[in-house]
């Protein structure tokens, strides 16, 4: 460190000042890795809305702020877009994606999963909540499934795990349901019907063979064919 002068005043300055060579130290972020694009990827369970982050092959986070500044922009369409084929109208964009490869006009934006979601929450406090449409009826918001399922499968992209899931919860529901009563549960079986349900099992035989390398001999079981 070297006394540095003020070259207005010509006093010193109070503290030392450090002279040196300056260095520049590279940074591993290249392109190559930081690159990251996707068309349809995971989604979130919950807010169906694309996972974060390049490591799950996620979507680019567009957040409030960014909302914001695309409200004030007044560029509204760009923001419908934002909102609801590029990130939760489920139907919406799997329809926008077959439009692309057909080379059709893009339908008009549904409505988004976070809006049901929504729905769900307060619906959940107790609060009864409707959709009403400009007639004054109640609209259901429900998704087609089918449907969407159809044009999903079309164009290769897999949307099934999510209801997949949905069908094996219901399918343990059912299971755990208490649809039996007591005294059917403490019915024995008849020995007519324990034989039927046994019959025509294959028969099981038991045989040995010899290494020759010192060990045991190995004893293996295998089923007999009533061909042989």
């Known amino acids: 460190?070297?006394?540095?002068?003020?070259?207005?005043?010509?006093?010193?300055?109070?503290?030392?000042?450090?002279?040196?060579?300056?260095?520049?130290?590279?940074?591993?972020?290249l392109v190559d890795d930081k690159i990251h694009a996707r068309s349809t990827g995971p989604y979130s369970l919950v807010t169906q809305q694309p996972l974060g982050g390049k490591a799950q092959f996620g979507g680019q986070r567009f957040g409030e702020m960014e909302v914001w500044a695309l409200e004030a922009y007044g560029a509204a369409y760009t923001l419908q877009e934002m909102l609801t084929i590029k990130s939760d109208d489920t139907q919406g964009r799997v329809k926008a994606y077959e439009a692309i490869v057909k080379g059709e006009n893009i339908a008009r934006p549904g409505v988004p999963e976070s809006f049901k979601v929504l729905l769900k929450e307060m619906q959940s406090l107790a609060l009864d909540i409707q959709v009403m449409s400009e007639e004054g009826g109640?609209?259901?918001?429900?998704?087609?499934?089918?449907?969407?399922?159809?044009?999903?499968?079309?164009?290769?992209?897999?949307?099934?795990d999510r209801y997949r899931a949905e069908e094996r919860a219901a399918a343990a529901a059912s299971v755990l349901a208490p649809s039996h009563t007591g005294a059917e549960l403490d019915e024995e079986p008849d020995d007519d019907e324990e034989a039927d349900e046994f019959e025509g099992a294959p028969e099981i035989e038991t045989f040995e063979i010899d290494t020759g390398r010192?060990?045991?001999?190995?004893?293996?079981?295998?089923?007999?064919?009533?061909?042989?």
């Open 214 to 228: 010192g060990y045991d001999d190995v004893e293996f079981s295998r089923f007999v064919d009533d061909a042989e």
């Open 138 to 160: 109640a609209l259901e918001v429900d998704e087609e499934q089918d449907e969407l399922l159809r044009v999903a499968e079309e164009l290769g992209i897999d949307l099934a």
């Open 1 to 29: 460190k070297v006394k540095l002068y003020n070259g207005r005043t010509g006093e010193p300055y109070d503290q030392s000042i450090t002279v040196g060579y300056m260095y520049m130290l590279k940074l591993h972020h």
